[in-house]
C-alpha cells in the first residue's frame, strides 16, 4: 500500500496550481441562524470542471512522465472523476479513456464527451464497472487513475483542505461527503499534518451507508449498486481510503434521501448556488445532528455541481 | 424632477455598507470563449435577499428620518424590491407594506413574509398595481419608496458599480437589464462620474422592449402588463430613470425569451450559480450582437437570483 506523504499534497500544490482555481469559501447568515454553528462552505461547485475531482485529476495527469503520455489516462467513475480527469487529461493534450455508467447524469456524460473523454459504458454495479474497465485498459494501455485509491489523486484532493485552513482561521471541525473517500482521505493528510486539532466528520446517504458500517465494525463492508440520489457516492472504501478514515475520521453521520434533497434545495434556494446532491449530504447530516455542530467554527466542502438541470431531485415525479 | 447627485451616491455607500455584501466577480473561461469577449460577472444574486434591490432598499431605509419610522415604509413591485425593502425594513425594525402582482413567483411572496413584509396582492398590471397601493399607501400612512424612480433608491443601485470598478480594472463596458431603470440609473450615476469612458448597454427583452423603443423614439414610452420570462423586468422606466437613460446610456439591444432561457440555463449549468431569468438577459444581448462586444472586457451585472426552484423556464411543459 502506497499512502501519499504530506510532502506529496505539497508537490501536488505546486503541480496543480496553474490548473485549479482557489475557490471561494461562501457563509451563510441564514444557514448559521438555521444550525446554531458557524458554516463555512468551501465551494469546489466552482472548481475547473465542476468539482473537487479536478485536483487530484490534474496531479496525476501533470505528474505522468513523458514515456506514459501517448498511451494517455483510463478510469471508471460515476461521472465527476471522469469529467476531471478528461479535464486534466485535455490540458495536457494526451487522450482519456473513461468507463461510466449507462445511468450516470445526461449532463456528466455530455461534459465528458465536451472535454475529449471517450466513454465506454457499464452497467450501474462495481462489478460490471470493473470488469468492463479491465477490458478497456487492456485494449488501450492506458494508465489507470482510479478515482480514489491512488495516492495521487489523494495528494490532489488534499489542496483543498489546504486553501481552506488559509481562507478561515480557527476552525473546529471540517464535514465532507464520502463515497469512496478521496475527498475525506485527502482531508485527514492535510489537516493531521497543519491542523491536527480540527475534527473530521465524513457525510453519507443512509442508503449508501457501507463507510459508516465499516468505520464502525473496524474493517471495509462494500456494498454493490447502493441507490442514492447523492450519485457520486455510491462507490466502496479501498485500502488507501480506509487507511485515512479509519485513523483520522472522528465520526461517520449519515442523512436519509429526503434529508438530502431538503438540504440541497435549501442550499441552492438561500446561497444561490448550483450543487450536486452528494454535495448537500454534510449540510443534511449537521441539521440531523445539531448538538454535534451548534457553537462550532465547521468547514463544510461543497463538493460538485455538475447536476442535470432536466432532472433536479426535487422535481421528480 | 429630483435628480441624484454622486455625492447622494457616496453617502449611500458610507449608510449601506453595514447591511450589504461586496458582492464577487466571477469569471468563466467557458463564456469568454463562447462570446469572444472577457467577462466579469458582478453576482448581485449573492447580495442580501438575493438581489441588487438590497442597495436601493437600505438607503431609503437607513436614510429615513426618526419622525417617519414608526409608519414604516410602503412599495409596489414585482418581487426584488419587494422583498429587499421588507429586508431593510426588518434590519431597521420598522414596518414594510408591499402591493404584489398575484402573479408573482411563489417564491416571492414567501421570501417578503418571511423577512416580516405585508403584502397585498394585485393584478399583473401597472394600472392595477398603482390604484391598489394608493390604498394601501392612504391607510396606513407609510413612506412611500418607489421600486426605481426614486433618488434614494438610484442612489443605493449605484454602489454596485463603484465596486465592479473597484474589482475589475480597464473595463469597456458594462451591460446591465433593464426593466424601470433603476440598476441602469445607479450605474450611469457612478460610470458618468468614476469612469465616463466605461460604455453602458441596456439589455431588455424584446417581448417588454418599452425602453428600447423609449431611447430609440426620444421620450417615454410604456407598456401595460407585458409579457416575458425575466419577470423582474415588465416595468417601464419613469422620469428619474428616463433622465439617466436619456443622457447615459450607449445602446439598449434586446433578447428573445428562447435565448433568454439559453442564456439563463448556460449560466446555470457552467458557472453554476442560481440566478433569475432577468438576469441572464445581458448574456443574451451579447452573444446576439457579439461583434459589438468581442474583445472587450465587459461587465455584466447579475441582479438577483430569487427564481421559483418549481417552475424553472426551461421545465415549462
Given amino acids: 500500500m502506497n499512502i501519499p506523504s504530506f510532502d506529496d499534497a505539497l508537490a501536488a500544490r505546486e503541480r496543480i496550481t496553474p490548473w485549479i482555481h482557489r475557490t471561494p469559501v461562501f457563509t451563510s447568515s441564514f444557514m448559521n441562524e438555521l444550525t446554531g454553528a458557524q458554516l463555512f462552505f468551501k465551494c469546489e461547485n466552482f472548481q475547473k470542471a465542476g468539482a473537487f475531482k479536478a485536483r487530484g485529476a490534474c496531479n496525476a495527469v501533470f505528474g505522468l512522465p513523458e514515456d506514459k503520455l501517448e498511451k494517455g489516462v483510463a478510469t471508471h467513475s460515476s461521472g465527476n472523476h471522469a469529467l476531471c480527469l478528461s479535464y486534466a487529461a485535455g490540458r495536457r493534450g494526451i487522450p482519456c479513456y473513461v468507463v461510466m455508467p449507462r445511468t450516470a447524469p445526461q449532463a456528466k456524460k455530455d461534459a465528458v464527451r465536451g472535454y475529449g473523454g471517450i466513454i465506454t459504458e457499464c452497467e450501474p454495479s462495481t462489478s460490471s464497472r470493473e470488469e468492463v474497465f479491465a477490458r478497456v485498459q487492456a485494449e488501450t494501455g492506458a494508465e489507470f487513475v482510479h478515482p480514489y485509491n491512488d495516492p495521487r ?122 450543487m450536486e446532491p452528494s454535495s448537500a449530504v454534510p449540510l443534511a447530516v449537521i441539521l440531523r445532528n445539531r448538538d454535534v455542530f451548534a457553537g462550532k467554527r465547521v468547514g463544510v466542502i461543497i463538493t460538485g455541481g455538475n447536476v442535470d438541470l432536466d432532472r433536479l431531485p426535487w422535481q421528480k415525479a
Same sequence: chains 1, 2.
Fill in 153 to 274: 489523486v489523494i495528494a490532489g484532493q488534499a489542496t483543498c483542505s489546504m486553501e481552506l485552513i488559509e481562507q478561515v482561521e480557527g476552525l473546529d471541525a471540517v464535514v465532507a461527503p464520502i463515497g469512496g473517500g478521496g475527498m475525506v482521505s485527502g482531508t485527514c493528510l492535510t489537516l493531521s499534518n497543519l491542523a491536527p486539532e480540527v475534527k473530521i466528520y465524513a457525510a453519507e446517504p443512509e442508503q449508501a451507508d457501507d463507510a459508516a458500517r465499516s468505520f464502525r465494525a473496524g474493517h471495509i463492508i462494500a456494498d454493490d449498486a447502493p441507490q442514492t440520489v447523492a450519485d457520486g457516492l455510491k462507490v466502496p472504501l479501498k485500502d488507501l481510503t480506509w487507511h485515512f478514515v479509519r485513523n483520522f475520521v472522528t465520526d461517520i453521520h449519515t442523512a436519509s434521501e429526503q434529508e438530502i434533497m431538503d438540504a440541497m434545495r435549501l442550499i441552492w434556494q438561500r446561497m444561490k448556488i448550483v
